[in-house]
């Protein structure tokens, strides 16, 4: 049984209030999920799921863009999900809100057309990254889309330096597979037929890299 507990928004519990400052000042986060809702091709009636979806600001960008979708957003945090149902409120969106462990999702099989994922995946470890990625697949319907965007391979010298902060405040062990350019080849390890980086962004903090990946539809 996997026993490991959910990781603060900034890894400390006190730092959470500060998250979407801190984020918008060091990330360009308005750039990244903008292009990552647009990438993911919301229809209207389509279910999406914000795989760690933090205080709700890719959650609200979604909706916005596709009312007529149905936008889940799951997080093992109970704080910061207070603050995202304050937010979608202020926004005028119905969201759902669910608190819940990324590696044990308490849906369906088959119950989502897209997932995205946003600075999600370099908090875990290698085996809850891989048994996340293969839940995703789990409550993904046949030819479904996974929509990620995270710290990957550093596009420069400059950007490699600059990654040591983030290693350093979120742990080396988790982030590693991150900055060595590995989420790819665990997206295909659990069982994504097609996985294509689309778009990379270069922040205070390194370089943010899009990913597109589709379950097959014989999975």
Request: charged share 25%; glycine share 6%; with cysteine.
């Amino acid at each position: 049984m996997n026993n490991e507990k959910y990781i603060p928004a900034l890894s400390y519990d006190w730092l959470t209030g500060l998250y979407d400052p801190v984020v918008a000042l060091t990330t360009r986060e308005s750039a990244f999920k903008n292009a990552l809702a647009n990438q993911a091709g919301i229809a209207a009636g389509h279910r999406v799921l914000d795989l760690g979806c933090g205080t709700a600001t890719l959650s609200i960008l979604m909706k916005q863009k596709q009312p007529n979708a149905v936008i889940v957003g799951i997080d093992g945090d109970a704080k910061v999900l207070k603050i995202a149902r304050k937010k979608a409120h202020k926004a005028g969106v119905e969201i759902t809100f669910d608190e819940g462990m990324s590696f044990d999702l308490p849906y369906e099989d088959e119950s989502f057309d897209r997932v995205v994922s946003s600075l999600f995946f370099h908090h875990l470890s290698r085996e809850n990254k891989l048994e996340t990625l293969r839940e995703v697949s789990r409550v993904l319907k046949p030819n479904g889309e996974f929509h990620v965007a995270d710290w990957g391979l550093p596009a420069s010298r400059l950007m490699r330096r600059t990654s040591y902060l983030i290693q350093f405040l979120d742990g080396f062990e988790t982030t590693a597979d991150n900055f060595n350019g590995l989420l790819p080849k665990l997206i295909t390890d659990a069982g994504f037929s097609f996985v294509k980086e689309t778009n990379h962004f270069n922040s205070v903090f390194g370089t943010i890299r899009m990913h597109q990946c589709r379950k097959p539809e014989d999975i």
